[in-house]
């Protein structure tokens, strides 16, 4: 594998369910991101991890909880969402420090709350 | 606070026809300024950025933006698109001092290439 990858695809939930977005990134980055992506409306930075420590919230609802467990892992847990929190979820990571400040994406998961 | 405003959510182009995909920024700091392009089902590839220097900047696929400071602009252009273009475009801009990359993005111009 290479880059960033992001598990599932895609993803259909009820608004009772649990379930989890998968990130990996293969480029041994120190910094990693969720974004969320709806039409018509800018990318919306929702978290980001600096060396495994949560530096951004930007007020995100509860019902989104993030996790990262190491440098290269980061995953966001969902639970009791809303049909408005169905958008195309994109993971990033980047290298902080190197001055390259270029973000690497992955494919993004498209979620759909039903 | 910064923002991007990208005013042509859409911009129809024939093959090999030059474009222009048009990018205003609001910074009370310097910044740095970037260009993404999203294919479709697809993540955001890095176009090009401005960090510093040189205010024409090369990317990849032949694109180059210009970074205006007066004019709080960094428009995209290309001399000859290609049907392969077809993809939507995200301008972005971040803080050149903040200690993280938190970008602001724009909310994307759509270009359709057409033979």
């Known amino acids: 594998e290479t880059g960033v990858t992001q598990t599932p695809r895609h993803l259909v939930m009820g608004m009772t369910n649990k379930k989890s977005l998968k990130c990996e990134q293969h480029l041994g980055h120190n910094a990693m991101y969720w974004y969320k992506q709806s039409a018509k409306k800018p990318l919306e930075l929702m978290f980001v991890?600096?060396?495994?420590?949560?530096?951004e919230n930007n007020s995100v609802p509860s019902r989104f909880s993030p996790e990262c467990p190491n440098s290269s892992h980061l995953f966001l847990h969902l639970h009791t969402l809303q049909p408005e929190d169905s958008a195309l979820y994109l993971c990033?990571?980047?290298?902080?420090?190197?001055?390259?400040?270029?973000?690497?994406f992955g494919p993004g998961t498209r979620l759909t709350v039903t | 606070a910064q923002s991007v405003t990208q005013l042509d959510s859409q911009v129809p182009v024939f093959e090999e026809a030059p474009v222009e995909l048009r990018c205003n920024y609001s910074s009370s700091v310097s910044v740095y300024l970037f260009w993404y392009v999203q294919y479709p089902n697809q993540g955001l590839q890095l176009l090009l950025k401005y960090l510093s220097g040189s205010t024409l900047v090369k990317g990849i696929n032949g694109f180059e933006a210009e970074f205006n400071k007066s004019q709080t602009s960094f428009h995209l252009r290309k001399p000859s698109v290609h049907i392969s273009d077809t993809a939507e475009y995200f301008c972005a801009v971040s803080d050149s001092g903040a200690g993280f990359q938190k970008l602001v993005f724009g909310t994307g111009t759509r270009l359709l290439v057409s033979p």
């Open positions: 990033a990571s980047s290298q902080e420090g190197l001055g390259g400040y270029e973000q690497y």
């Open positions: 991890y600096n060396f495994k420590e949560q530096t």
